[in-house]
């Protein structure tokens, strides 16, 4: 009998919105695995770091901070060999993912390696999106509206079309990227409608209009846009 790959979501930070689900699968594992940029701390271990046993064998997948595709296929080729070798032996391996697994998750680049061949359970997470418009107070839609999620490293003429279009938008992955976007935004005449959201449910967390933003943003921030009306009634 081989053993069973679990992908957990972990949630955007608090350690509190970890599901029933997650806690009880982290706290009996033998086996964690997760990702990491760069050789930093994993910030879905971070979250998880009280629940996960003292005696698990941890598998760490150090992905490289780059916009190739190969050091970071390589770093999952390699992850996906080391959690084999460990479900081929029998054992179940827990791997955390911030946020939701396949909501632009990291699980799922094992998920495409390793399906095909083990049994793999996704366990779902709160995401970043819920998350930050929770914290905000904002709803993002009601009834027919529609949400469109776009991420921040888009072209600008492409994130311009795409907002312009839209009817309530969220804006992922807005670090480097954020004086693109908010030129953008205010060029379109919405930026009274946009607020900013940085670091949700964490304790240096900051919510503010986007008018309000820091000149740098960093990779967990987010901007929300509802159009039409404004966002903090």
Not at 59 to 70: G, K, L, N, S, Y
Not at 154 to 182: T, Y
Request: hydrophobic share 45%; net charge negative.
């Amino acid at each position: 009998m081989t053993g069973k790959l679990y992908g957990v979501g972990v949630g955007p930070g608090d350690p509190d919105l970890m599901t029933l689900r997650a806690h009880r699968l982290i706290s009996e594992a033998r086996v964690v695995a997760y990702p990491t940029l760069a050789g930093t701390e994993s910030f879905a271990r971070s979250i998880a770091a009280r629940v996960i046993p003292d005696a698990a064998r941890e598998i760490v997948m150090d992905v490289p901070m780059t916009t190739a595709r190969e050091p970071a296929q390589a770093a999952y080729d390699a992850g996906a060999a080391e959690i084999a070798a460990v479900l081929e032996a029998g054992c179940d391996v827990v791997c955390l993912c911030e946020g939701d697994p396949f909501f632009y998750g990291s699980f799922m680049y094992l998920f495409a390696r390793l399906s095909g061949r083990f049994d793999v359970e996704v366990v779902p997470g709160v995401t970043s999106i819920t998350a930050c418009a929770a914290r905000a107070g904002l709803p993002l839609a009601a009834r027919n509206e529609r949400l469109t999620v776009l991420p921040g490293p888009l072209p600008e003429g492409e994130l311009r079309a795409r907002i312009e279009g839209a009817e309530s938008v969220a804006i992922m992955k807005v670090g480097r990227h954020l004086a693109k976007i908010r030129g953008v935004i205010d060029a379109l005449g919405f930026t009274d409608q946009a607020v900013y959201v940085e670091r949700a449910t964490l304790a240096e967390e900051v919510i503010c209009p986007l008018v309000e933003a820091p000149e740098k943003a960093p990779y967990f921030s987010m901007i929300l846009l509802t159009k039409g009306a404004d966002p903090w009634l």
